[in-house]
């Protein structure tokens, strides 16, 4: 097993790994940023790929309220197509604007199924792992979150997609095992998200599904993370490319809080907050 201890100091004043008991405590769901600073991410690849760019995309969700930001270097887009990189290619995209955006104050996840590289970034002063692999995939991944003590998102995924599988039944069995790895590693419960993995590995109507009956996920007792942003389930209700999905995003991050989750990651922060806190307002009316 890798070596989990090959870190550099964490940057003085950042935040520490992110408490998710803040989630428990809030009256509508922390917004998480995505930042891909990737050429090949399915709704935004290319935008945010220089740093400059980057870091004032950062800047820009901090302003609009986004509570997290999700940086990921090499896509995981969930319909095909991505280039796989290495983790050399990875971390030398993340250099180069990794620290100014830790720097900006605001926790950072870092987005990435390798855990050499999730263990250099979490050295870097990020807050919290992403892994869409949910610690399934590199044998290495728990072991380094284990270390660095940090919070974990942990996402059900699939290799391919089968349209008769009963969906519910596989995210449960997929997160059962996850637990497992993650006990043995020595990762205490109160440190996992469960994400659902919305269009990863599913058909539009399964994706939709997990979405509906999201509050089965409950008893496992983690937070939950919802990303449905721009995802192409909502063009299979209403035809329109990623962009032109902002309706479609909100509807469901909408419903997710709802039934549960303490988590949505979006692309559209100010939109995504705004929606959020006026739903919260109009349930205070009750």
Known sequence: MMSATRR??????????????????????AVMGVLNITPDS???????????????QAGRMIAEGADILDIGAESTRPYGGQQAVSAEEEMQRLRAVLADVVALGTPVSIDTM?????????????????DVW??????????????????????????TVDPALDIIADIRAFFDRTLEIATKAGISGDKIVLDPGIGFGKTP???????????TLQGFGCPILVGASRKRFIASVVASE??????????????AGQNGAKIIRAHDVAETVQALRVAAAIEDKR
Request: net charge positive; no cysteine.
């Open 242 to 255: 990623p962009q032109q999905r902002l309706g479609g995003s909100i509807a469901a991050h909408l419903l």
């Open 134 to 159: 949910g610690l399934q995939r590199d044998p290495d991944m728990a072991a380094v979150v284990a270390s660095h003590g940090v919070p974990v998102i942990v996402m059900h995924n699939r290799d």
């Open 114 to 130: 390798k855990a050499r590289v999730a263990d250099w970034a979490l050295g870097q002063g990020v807050a919290m792992a992403n």
């Open 42 to 56: 399915f709704s935004d690849g290319g935008q945010f790929d220089t740093p400059e760019r980057a870091l004032a």
């Open 8 to 29: 550099s100091s964490k940057p003085t004043g950042q935040p520490q790994g992110y408490d998710l008991r803040r989630l428990l405590e809030r009256r509508t769901p």
């Open 205 to 215: 109507e399964q994706s939709m599904t997990a979405l509906a009956r999201l509050t």
